[in-house]
């Protein structure tokens, strides 16, 4: 699915379809890894009619490991805001190894289309940490000591950019300031 949201060849309806797709199956299975999880979490009357998709350890990798990527090649507005919300959901329930570099690699790129896709990633990870506790703010910290600098001179330099993708820019960069402090 989430190459299909991504695929630059089929119609970007099919994209989104895709992308639509794969973030209510994440949103709904992710975190359930056996079957038995999923016995554990509902009573047998709530398991007749349920339809559940256990992610395998190979597909959650594949995922963790292109989603990042995926932003980068939407093909669409639409299809990044499902992406964005693939992302926030998979690192709601653990934030995924290597996921802060590749972020900072795209938002120091002089790539306009992979600077936006480093946004976008950065924005859904900070919401996961918008409402929590101190304690539970680590990987916040971590990030606004490491990203929030190069998002206020990203910030700093698109001021004179009036397109759409400029003002998207940064208004996502002001909001993701704002729900990290």
């Known amino acids: 699915m989430l190459d299909i949201a991504v695929l630059p060849t089929v119609d970007v309806n099919i994209n989104l379809a895709a992308a639509i797709q794969l973030k209510n199956m994440i949103e709904a299975h992710w975190q359930f890894a056996t079957i038995e999880e999923v016995h554990q979490f509902f009573d047998e009357d709530e398991m007749k009619n349920r339809v559940t998709i256990i992610f395998g350890e190979e ?8 989603m990042i990527r995926s932003v980068t090649e939407a093909t669409s507005f639409q299809v990044l805001a ?16 290597g ?14 289309k992979k600077v936006f896709g480093g946004l976008t990633a950065l924005k859904a990870i900070v919401k996961k940490f918008e409402y929590s506790s101190k304690s539970e703010r680590v990987h916040l910290n971590e990030i606004a000591t490491h ?19 400029g003002v998207r820019a940064k208004a996502m960069i002001v909001e993701t300031i704002r729900r990290g402090n």
């Open 59 to 66: 597909d959650r990798e594949y995922v963790r490991s292109n």
């Open 82 to 97: 499902q992406l964005e919300e693939v992302i926030y959901h998979v690192s709601n329930k653990t934030l995924p190894e």
């Open 99 to 112: 996921i802060l570099p590749q972020i900072s690699e795209l938002i120091n790129s002089s790539d306009e």
């Open 147 to 165: 990203l929030f600098p190069k998002l206020e001179q990203t910030l700093v330099s698109l001021l004179e950019i009036d397109t759409e993708e």
